[in-house]
């Protein structure tokens, strides 16, 4: 791949980061095609190990969205996420992986305005460091798991 | 009549003295002969404490030695920390060959907070059990297995401690009975900065009718600088130092601009208040002595016995 | 429960330098509940090991698994097989897991854990140790609360006098914890049951403890030779 | 009462308050019209940015509510509408509409906004409803982005075509759907109803009458309501704080209080929520820049409601804000910077001046001209000032019998309060019309589903939105890829993937090529992926063995300036999604039978008030009272601060209760233990080892009169609290002449909330006092006076007739001494900043009211939580207030909150509302996308079933975790946390999202 053109995953939050994400396209707001979003009901369900294979598949960026603290539909999803991201964040050095790669952010389902703005920014400090040197190979997710 | 020097002035109901003396880190004999001269006419008798706070030092066996020789009445401490009960039988039987005839028995500081935090702590016997073990050689001619000794019995006038000022504050009393009946004979407490709750301790200690049966010697130390003073009150574990007594040493060397000055303005506040503390514990009954614990100031034990009047 | 930790991953990319060809094996018992060894770690680590090894221009091929308890034969030996093509295992087990393999097979076992000790849940994500194994129970006098494991010098008479003001203890480089024996005085009172301490207890016969030598517990009823 | 009774309802008013009745009506066996004045529903709320205590986002909350509502397929919106005329009588009303016309068919109209940018007005210049004015529209215009129904309307004010006639149409050329109809003409319409629930909202003061403040005439003066819209990220300035007149970042912001609120010329009610919205928007002003110096000017601090108190507490002490005690006298504008001079007369009385950048108006809340209007036609009395006159017992009850009344329309109101009374109003709906449930609702009938599993064929259907998506992807070239990919035996382009002849072909193709997963990349999940898993449901597929690809909002919308990279992205989407589909599987819901049988723990005035409600509606109901006597609450409470007997209407409820032939009274009873789950509780009492079975529980404890044990209080006869002053008034026993009454005892660290009905029993008391003998001298020593909404008129009341208010500050509470007999208070004066000695005859004591103790036990029985307080905590103090987050047990009563006697019987009723909901269906669905355990792979570690938020995992017979599907809200925590890997969440496997990952990144350009 284009070393220009960064992928990034964005884990979102059904119920805020992504509506953000819909009322960022509503009102037309630009970011680069290069963030890929996959729903989750709630950044609860978000397993570090996610992070870990998306970074194996050859992401060049991760970010976890969730809601507001305080305002989790689900009381303490959002919570869990920060924590497991805050530990996979703080990992990532000794795998020799820059941990600005991962961030994690909490959005309202109204700040369609700040998804844009995130998903730039993002895409911006992934295009400034070099690509993740992992590209991917066949089956590597399969982990030989029996 | 007693060996040990201790026990003959605490039998005779003199008011006594001991002094705390810290081996070296090193082998430098002088060191202890130093300060085996300094104390040598001011007190009943010298602790030399055993790798105190777990930090490697001449070994307190030795130092006893050194100071015996020199006319002292050695008080071997020795702790559990880093022997187990072989070691610790064995020590004791070495040392009465060596002329020593007090032992003080304790569990010993944990060994993290020394210079070799990696070690093993043995604590094998508690200090209750060393207590019991060297009664029981000295006694009953047996080691703590019940194997007999095959000669003399080394006839240790028996020491403990005990720290009244740390939880649980109702058991302390209680603990220092059970170190009595495994066969304490004197105890020296804890630095006494609070008198207060030192009386109450005392009362309950009484009230187990504790006070015929052991010689209570009483911990002071005389404190430096007002930061000793505020770290021992806010960091030291089992200190309860009064907020009246940093703010005496505050005090102490407010206004002085010159470094040196205001330094032995803090020294002479610092034995001041130790030897006020001095002269309310002697009016404590069964207060049976005091035990000064100048760490690393041994020069201050003479001018503290003098002003308070222990010694002339 | 067996309470472990995993390594530090610089050590076990350490240990796994000159391998090539790895099984990392969980085990589903006690060091998956204090989340150390389960499965969800297998799948966390052989991902963050497969991809530091990517960055260093050394692939690893991982195989994943976890079996029930490794320290039963039986639950190890379908991965045989696997066992035997690699040139390394990667326990996740407790050192007994890691010992069994090693008694199996004769692949390099690694430990990913370091087994710690046996342990209660304080709450989710705090482990207390509170046994000490010592072989020779004396709880039914101290409480429930055991002096061995839970006082740093294993005391058998009361504190000694390193209690803080507030009941804990001075040692606290593993974060505070109360007094074992102000635990103990406390818990004696409410149970009326003080006078047990007031007696010496007897210094203790550590034989049963592993300063006797590695132990070993033997039922003969239930031993199947004849 | 008609011999007819129709099962449907008419919902005038579609804001929170309508939305909410409407929902609870529709989700227990009632057809629902939902009649909106405006083009969209979603009320005041929708142009929040957030919502006090919380500062939660109001859109988060309100937008899944309108997609539910919009989605029902038991409510009926209809916009643009007014009542005209209401005939006939309770259970058969006719109700007329008049229907003005959108000239945009929503059944047609997509939303994409082609018509709004090809309109002849280049810009948009005509002031936008929703954003007050602040920003602006086109003629043609969608009300806001999350509007329901989504869709287009024409304002015929200002469309060239109505005013001139000549107009090329640019829209209706430009609408690829043939959405734009500008022949619809008004149509009038009667409908049969069986009840009516009004609620039409209230009016923001116009600020232009309090003229001082120089709304309208100075740039920089906005009305709060404007400047939430400032604050909201979808706002005219997407949420950044900037001055109308330069468009510059202000710094010193002040909020003026009471703005046409308490005072005679204007309205002399207080409106209840202006504090804590000013708090509010001062906070979110204050992170949105932290350079805005927020000051506040207010009168009395009302911080009366849950979390409000601490609210206060943050503004002040983590964000800064600045609160001034005073009475402002006018502002007036520096003419070159446009900045402006408030002038204000501080507690003390001097006159100060203050510049500021901009000044936000607090401005109240009236009622409604059309809500007059509405009530004249509906034949309804509106009371003194202009709301809806209702009864303090019957709080949503007009004075039309079968019409009923709610939310801001019967007094000023925050969200809480008005979702209360929609349930209540509901439930009122449902007690009337019970016997006419489900005669009018409509249940879908599906083919039996065809077992799916094997190998995947799957159909992708890629739209193009008309220009919407295909206009920037190109997606023949996307649906040709998905062409390519493993398991698609079937991929084609859709002009609308949502329009009724495609669902159409959908199902066609899924049966033809025997699909069994179904891909549909378009726009979001959020609002048609339920309309899609319908359609194959009706094809005899599992609804789950679908997949969306989002391929308008998340891609075709924002990347419009780079079409192949868009392209290229909608291919990775899709062939994310075909990868997910690939792994799906079919999810069983099952149906748990439900006992239609309620189980009210509490027999004070709120137990009694739910039960009779529940059993009103038909619901066999328990009522279970741990005392020995029902309504013990009510006994020492004579009569309300409004002056209604208190004690007729306990024993109006003591015989209705005991009459009813469904309640079940067991007084002297408490609980022993609950199990079950939703619509199926099991519950043992203590009493004689008795099991209940039930649906559904209420916990209806309420709080009590804090005991003091401060001022002398019990050691000296003469020191009495409000509630036995009041007793001793009744038996007309008081003599004493001097009479202190202290406010706020016992409010401390501890207990820090406000009690929030103290004030006013204490002005009840004082005016008592005062009727009984006027030469009386009656001080209170208050911190702030509560006197919210209509008790403001009693406040005006006792100052008027000589009761002497002191206001005291929290620091320096009064002293109550006793000198040879004598008591003394002293206090000092907060506003004339001195000490003030008193010698009273009586000291009265107003402690404020505590939880019920009982309530820790009731909160482990049934695993809810408790805050700090003692006080249960609902599920979402906004919008749902009287639900817990575990499914099937409702909370109301005092232990919930405290609260007035009138505030309380709605939230009774609403929550025997919520709770009938439950039992008024034959079967739960339980299922779906929940989590599952593998036993094989279970530990039992109990990870899961400490942290599931729900409490719906536990371990099992076999000594293993098992999820009760029926609690499960499917939000996969216990999934992402399982040691062991044991849990797997339904839809959101670990396979299928790694997939997703694998796929994403092998794909190549």
Redesign the interface.
Known sequence: MNTNEPKIVAFCCHYCAFAAADLAGVLRLRYPPNVHIIRLPCTGKLDALYILKAFEAGADGVMVAGCLEGSCHFISGNLRAKKRVLAVKSLLPKLGIAPERLEFFNLSSAQGDRFAQIARELTERIKNLSPNPSPQEKGALEGGRR | MPESNLQRALEAKKFVVTAECGPPKSADRRVIEEKAKLLKDWVDAANVTDNQTAVTRMSSLAACAILKSFGLDPVFQITCRDRNRIALQSDILGAYALGIRNVLCLTGDHQSFGNHPQAKGVFDLDSVHLIETVKKMRDEGRFLSGDELTGERPAMFIGAVENPFAPPYEFRALRLKKKVEAGAQFIQTQIVYNIQRFREFIARVGDLGLLDKVYIIAGVSPIKTPGAAKYMRDNVPGLDVPNEIVSRMEAAGKGIEDKQARAEAWRQEGIKICVELIQQLKEIQGVAGVHIMAIEWEEAVPEIVQKSGLKS | MIVADQK???EILQMLEPYKKVLFLGC??CV??C?AG????V??L???V???R????RPI??????VKRQCDDEFNEPWAK?IEQQEAVLSLACGVGVNKLSERFDVPILPALNTKFFGE?ER?GVWAEVCAGCGNCILHLTGGICPIARC??????????????D?TC??A?NGPRP?A??MI??RLGKLNQRQNI???????D?SSDRHGGPRKRVREDMLLET | MSEIMHGAVAVVGGGIGGIQAALDLADSGFYVYLIEEGPAIGGRMAQLDKTFPTNDCAMCMLSPKLVEVGRHPNVQIMTLASVEALEGQPGNFQITLRQRPRYVDITRCIACGRCIASCVYQDAKFPSEFDVGLGKRKPIYIPFPQAVPLAAVVDPQTCIFFKSGRCPQNCLKACERGALDFTQTERVLTLDVGAVIVAPGFEPYDARRVGEYGFGRYANVLTAPQFERLLSASGPTTGKVLRPSDGKAPKKVAFIQCVGSRDLRHQSYCSAVCCMYATKEAIVAKEHDHAIEPTIFYIDLRAYGKGFENLVRRAKEEHGVRYVRSMISQVTEVPETKNLLVCYRDESGSLREEEFDLVVLAVGMRPSAKGQELARKLGIELNEHGFAKTSLFNPVMSTREGVFVTGAFTGPKDIPETVIQASAAAAAVEALLAPARGTRTKAKQYPEEFVSEGTPRIGVFVCHCGSNIAGVVDVKAVAEYAQTLPGVVHAENVLYTCSQDNLKHMKEVIREKQLNRVVVASCTPRNLAALFQDTIREAGLNKFLFEMVNIREQCSWVHSDQPEKATEKAKRLVRMGVAKARELKPLAVQSVKVTPVALVLGGGLSGMVAALTLADSGFETHLVEKSSELGSDLKEIARTPEGEDVQSLRANLLDRVCAHPKIRVRTNTAVKEISGFVGNFSTVLHRGEERIQHGVVIVATEAHEHKPNEYLYGEDGRVLTQRELEAKIERSEAREKTIVMIQCVGRNEQRPYCSRICCAEALQNALALLDQDPDRQVYVLYREMISYGFLEDLYRRARDSGVVFIRYDEQAPPVVRKERDQLFVTVRDARLRQEVLIKPDLVVLSTGVVPDPYNEELSRLLKVPLDAYGFFVEAHIKLRPVDFASHGIFLCGGSHAPGTISELIAKAQAAAGRAAIILSKEQLEAGGIVASVDPEKCTACLTCVRECPFGAVFINELGLAEIEAVKCQGCGICAADCPAKAIQLGQFEDIQELRMLEELFAYEH
Do not use: D, S
Not at chain 3, 54 to 57: A, D, E, L
């Open positions: 530090p991953i610089e589903q018992t998956a509940v989340m389960g499965e969800k770690e799948g966390l052989a991902a963050a497969r991809l530091a990517k960055q260093q221009g091929e991982i195989i994943e698994g976890a696997t849940v989710q740093a010098k294993n005391l058998l008479n009361g504190p000694c006098g390193g209690v803080r003001a009941g001075e040692v480089h007094c024996w102000v005085y406390e007031e007696n010496i207890f007897a210094a203790k550590w």
